[in-house]
């Protein structure tokens, strides 16, 4: 579940056909405020990516390498080229081959014709009589390539997708409202909202070759140009901490709301010389990466597939990445596709350990090479800062926390990893719920353990004579439970929680991901075997994935045992440390592993509440992340108190 917050709902603007119009009317509730170029000769700070903006060179930079400054990567909003033919595409890719930055970002414009497939496919002889282009098998040919995107090998090409580097988030999409019948235009209005839409909500630099309305749009004629749909995606959905365009050439400026800034990055005048210098930003690099990593991106579309350290992927999905209930079916969990424009990276790759059975002895060939260092609890007294999120962190509380008064400290977001219950009888869990609802916390994201039985709808519906006879859960009790309570499925009974399995959430812009599963143990609930069946279910873990809570530990972490065996899951350490990288790794299971520890890149946390002897003695852990930007914690209060709530809201 990448995000099971509903989108904002864009509405057409009434007035979009008419932009200046519009803006007379809107102008009123927005905050324009120039911002003063910074210097490109101001030293890069190490822990800063510098952004170099270009955009509406139109095939005038390529002779002029000391124009642009240098810095880390390089983003052009489109318009490199005066009309798209495939000579001046190749011609910018060989400069951009030229520059020293790590990587090149490119989207394409009005001008770029031959980018636009659509166009010259269904429109091929106003292409050749209006441009004088001819997209022939020749031409193509020439520079042995299929179509004339290929030709730039030496940039990252973004149309309606995205890459992310070093973690940061970029989109890229060449729309603008219809001008004069060029490549990417589309009527104002439903269409153009229609590719807005496509715009995850997480992005941290949005470029489009169009200026949204009010900002860096106006033309010397004193008519606006900017697309109303636009600001309002930008605004009160993407909120992205940049937004890169070009288009209109007099519009030349940075500007900001007060919560996005604004770049028209055009070089070229009104009349088409080069005489606007290059934007740029420096922007911090988030927490778990290093700039170091630039030095592993492929260069292109193509080398993009083959790598793990960057993704390129086609946006327009649903933000729901899975159902959680028999009663949702239809939000079945979509394919986790990791794809640039046209074709399909793979992840990296997991292997299955050789030794995935013998966790002690696996444990014991890594341990060599990894780090583990434990570290001091944050004090639950700390006061809570309005900059940061406090969360508060259970585990295998067994039902007995429902019988404290004082034992959850205080925060805004609780989680639970598991094993709320000994049994999963579903009074237990109503129990559990009620004790919820009596939290302060904003809210409460729960998954299921090994104990949560009846949580377990596979085990229930396929192995009900197992579940009988192991767990003293009578079919006549379980059933008339549940109509008691009035409901389908124990799920249906966290009325006061966001209940993830497989699937996650977006709070704030801290994305958080729940699974249940662990190594086989005796049989319990939500058991699979060690290696590949274990593994598919780590597969499903998104990249991008900010706090990891799952039931079982991973190998090395807080999964040590009385006995002295290991009982953690080594493929879901390799998961962590090598492709999905999270702040924070929360888990339980293993009740004598509570503590933190880390690998200089994770926090791993073992918040089993309960002792080896199911006492209720180890404390909740808190800890504070810092909110995401262009995120507040105000957000907290619009938020859903359930699974239910998500998909009405």
Not at 251 to 259: D, E, K, L, M, W
Not at 317 to 344: E, H
Not at 426 to 439: R, S
Request: aromatic fraction near 8%.
């Amino acid at each position: 579940m990448a995000n099971p917050q509903k989108k904002c709902q864009i509405e057409i603007n009434p007035l979009t056909s008419d932009p200046t119009m519009a803006w007379d009317i809107i102008k009123s509730t927005q905050n324009v405020k120039s911002i003063k170029l910074a210097d490109p000769n101001t030293p890069v700070d190490p822990n800063q990516i510098r952004f170099v903006c270009l955009s509406d060179t139109h095939g005038k930079v390529e002779e002029k390498e000391s124009f642009v400054p240098p810095g880390d990567v390089l983003l052009h909003a489109g318009d490199f080229t005066s009309s798209g033919d495939m000579e001046s595409i190749h011609k910018l890719d060989t400069f951009l081959g030229r520059l020293p930055h790590k990587t090149k970002i490119v989207i394409a414009g009005n001008h770029e014709i031959a980018m636009d497939t659509d166009l010259c496919k269904s429109r091929k002889m106003k292409v050749y009589s209006h441009f004088g282009l001819q997209i022939a098998p020749s031409v193509l040919n020439r520079y042995n390539v299929s179509c004339s995107r290929d030709i730039l090998q030496h940039c990252i090409y973004l149309q309606d997708s995205s890459v992310e580097v070093c973690g940061v988030k970029i989109y890229g999409s060449p729309w603008q409202p219809e001008y004069c019948g060029w490549a990417f235009n589309l009527p104002r209005g439903q269409q153009l909202a229609e590719k807005w839409d496509l715009i995850p909500d997480d992005i941290d630099i949005l470029i489009t070759h169009t200026p949204p309305l009010g900002y860096g749009d106006l033309c010397t004629s004193q008519i606006r140009a900017g697309c109303a749909e636009l600001l309002t995606t930008v605004q009160n959905r993407v909120k992205p901490k940049y937004h890169l365009f070009g288009h209109i050439h007099e519009g030349y400026s940075v500007t900001t709301n007060g919560q996005t800034i604004f770049i028209n990055a055009s070089n070229c005048t009104k009349g088409y010389k080069l005489l606007h210098e290059p934007i740029i930003f420096d922007y911090p690099i988030p927490e778990g990466h290093f700039k170091s990593e630039l030095d592993r991106l492929p260069v292109n579309n193509i080398g993009c597939n083959k790598d793990a350290s960057l993704q390129c992927v086609p946006c327009g999905l649903p933000q729901f990445t899975s159902g959680l209930f028999d009663s949702f079916d239809k939000m079945n969990k979509l394919s986790n596709c990791i794809t640039d424009m046209n074709a399909t990276r793979e992840k990296y790759k997991v292997a299955i350990n050789p030794l995935t059975e013998n966790p002690t002895k696996a444990w014991d060939k890594l341990k060599v090479k990894q780090t583990v260092k434990s570290v001091n609890p944050l004090d639950p007294e700390t006061p809570i800062t309005p900059d940061k999120m406090r969360f508060v962190f259970l585990s295998d509380t067994h039902s007995l926390v429902e019988k404290t008064d004082s034992f959850v400290p205080e925060g805004d977001i609780l989680l639970h990893a598991g094993d709320f219950t000994q049994v999963g009888h579903p009074q237990a869990v109503a129990k559990f719920d009620t004790f919820l609802g009596q939290l302060s916390h904003k809210a409460k994201i729960v998954i299921a353990g090994n104990h949560d039985i009846s949580m377990d709808m596979e085990l229930i519906k396929n192995r009900r004579d197992h579940v009988l006879l192991k767990f003293g859960l009578k079919e006549s009790d379980l059933e008339h439970s549940l109509d008691t309570l009035n409901v389908q499925s124990s799920r249906e009974l966290l009325k006061h929680a966001i209940y993830l399995e497989d699937s996650s959430i977006d709070i704030c812009g801290i994305k958080i991901y729940g699974s249940p599963w662990q190594p086989e143990f005796c049989d319990w609930a939500f058991n699979l075997p060690r290696g590949k069946e274990c593994l598919k279910k780590w597969d499903l873990i998104p990249d991008n994935t900010n706090i990891l809570l799952t039931h079982g530990p991973p190998i090395g972490h807080g999964d040590l045992c009385s006995s002295g065996l290991r009982a953690g899951c080594v493929e879901l350490l390799e998961t962590i440390q090598n492709r999905v990288k999270p702040k924070f790794h929360l888990f339980g299971h293993v009740h004598e592993g509570y503590g933190i520890t880390t690998d200089g890149q994770t926090t791993f946390i073992n918040g089993s509440n309960c002792t080896l002897r199911y006492k209720l003695e180890n404390k909740p852990i808190v800890f504070d992340f810092p909110i995401p930007e262009g995120h507040t914690k105000s957000e907290l209060d619009c938020l859903p108190v359930n699974n239910l709530e998500i998909f009405n809201h």
